[in-house]
């Protein structure tokens, strides 16, 4: 579904903010709210509406209901599967303003935030209350809760915290028919039926708009420590991981390879973390809450070196070590994007991982020889970063059409290990015609039918995740 400029009436949509909610229709702002990090679709939105609370969210809904008018979420555009993109004339909904942490409950550990109360933010707050908010990724500075919650983000803890949809007790939405629904009052038991919360995490905006969250909140960690380690061959990761993890609770484990670290270090000037290459690298991190554990895990580096899993290793000693060996895997992301990546976020068990990234490595260069390929990702929860870069002579919609020749191909690898074409990024328009390789027609018919209740008219994020029937 597609808007016009015949059926649109700023004027009109205005006078549905009373609270102080903003249109925005200059060029820069369709621009800039109308993309997310994918750079495959060029934006082109038909306006930009800023709401202020849920009541003026209905009636926005209401209204595009009755002109027929498609809307896009929008939160901090952070995505990279093109799910907040607006490419067709879509009225996007941003939620920057409507940001306000709302409420608090020591006894209880849960904290109630708008949908535009930014990762960091909520991370912060948390902090000053003595406690901890775990889901952690590199874009935490800008992306938004209603974002992570409508794409289920993942990353850097989840080996020890799950994903965000584990730490969601409660949820007011706004359904694409114009209905507000609070769901589960944030209980943390609630045996009732249908736990209609779990639909909107992960939903991809597709059902209706999330607005306001209610999140759990942790205990703070105690000494974070991290190690990062020179391993010989993936295969030794898991091995690794096996031995560590016997006898510590990690909090991270991650993997990056050679080539990623070589860019960080010349967009960033981070220094390597110890003189000896490798050809990867695993970083891992834990609480070190006593003597006993440093002892322990020490022991546990000296016997994957004498397995000769380990080439090299260090540990940090304060916290501010430990933030600088972490930027090893952090920067690796923004190191790499002015290269152009097309980027595959793929999963699968985490005992089949050296496996699976081996065959597809294999494919991939076979493909591309003249292509530059990075791997990185969360290996302790199975989740692997396939970054493809652009020559800096090819024109970037050339690249993403020689890129997407190979996709069926990785995919089918995928399908074969009953992995996942997107593990933390959502579908949005990027995998959308490749869902079927994760999810059988007799599912995603299901999921048309589930959209089809909360989104009669078919006004929520047309074009990302699933197309109606």
């Known amino acids: 579904m597609s808007t016009t400029a015949t059926a649109f009436d700023p004027q009109t949509l205005e006078g549905l903010l009373t609270d102080g909610g903003k249109v925005l229709t200059a060029p820069d702002d369709l621009a800039a709210y109308g993309c997310d990090w994918t750079r495959i679709y060029d934006p082109a939105p038909l306006a930009v509406v800023l709401p202020k609370s849920t009541e003026e969210v209905q009636a926005i809904v209401r209204y595009a209901n009755e002109q027929h008018m498609a809307l896009v979420p929008s939160g901090g555009r952070t995505g990279l599967s093109a799910g907040a993109v607006a490419a067709n004339g879509e009225l996007v909904v941003a939620m920057d303003r409507m940001n306000r942490i709302l409420d608090f409950n020591a006894n209880d550990r849960l904290v109630q935030c708008e949908a535009g109360v930014v990762t960091e933010q909520l991370q912060q707050y948390a902090d000053e209350q003595g406690l901890y908010y775990p889901v952690d990724f590199a874009s935490a500075g800008s992306s938004e809760l209603g974002g992570n919650i409508a794409t289920n983000a993942g990353g850097i803890k989840v080996i020890r915290y799950g994903m965000t949809r584990d730490w969601v007790l409660g949820l007011k939405v706004v359904t694409g028919a114009g209905e507000i629904l609070e769901l589960n009052n944030g209980l943390e038991k609630n045996n009732t039926g249908y736990d209609l919360r779990q639909l909107f995490i992960g939903g991809e905006g597709t059902l209706g708009f999330i607005t306001e969250a209610t999140m759990k909140l942790a205990r703070q960690p105690s000494n974070l420590t991290v190690m990062v380690l020179g391993l010989n061959d993936l295969s030794n990761t898991m091995d690794v991981l096996q031995s560590f993890r016997s006898k510590l609770d990690l909090t991270a484990y991650e993997f990056f390879s050679n080539e990623a670290i070589a860019h960080v270090q010349a967009h960033a000037e981070v220094p390597r973390p110890f003189e000896t290459e490798c050809p990867y690298y695993a970083l891992l991190e834990f609480e070190a809450t006593s003597e006993g554990v440093m002892e322990e895990a020490m022991a546990l580096f000296e016997h994957c070196v004498e ?163």
């Open 307 to 469: 397995q000769e899993w380990v080439v090299d290793g260090v540990i940090s000693q304060s916290e501010s070590q430990a933030q600088k060996l972490w930027q090893l895997r952090e920067r690796i992301s923004e190191s790499i994007a002015p290269h152009t990546p097309y980027k595959n976020d793929l999963s699968v068990r985490i005992s089949k991982v050296p496996e699976f990234l081996n065959e597809i490595h294999s494919v991939v260069s076979k493909e591309y020889p003249d292509f530059e390929i990075i791997w990185y990702g969360h290996i302790g929860d199975g989740n692997l970063h396939l970054n493809i870069l652009k020559p800096a002579d090819m024109e970037k919609q050339e690249f993403f059409k020689r890129c997407e020749t190979v996709n069926d191909l990785v995919f089918d690898i995928v399908h074969r290990y009953e992995g996942s074409v997107s593990a933390e990024h959502g579908v949005g328009m990027v995998k959308k015609k490749y869902l079927g390789f994760t999810k059988s027609a007799e599912e995603i018919a299901v999921m048309k039918g589930i959209k089809k209740v909360f989104d009669p008219n078919g006004i929520m994020n047309p074009g990302k995740l699933i197309d109606a029937d």
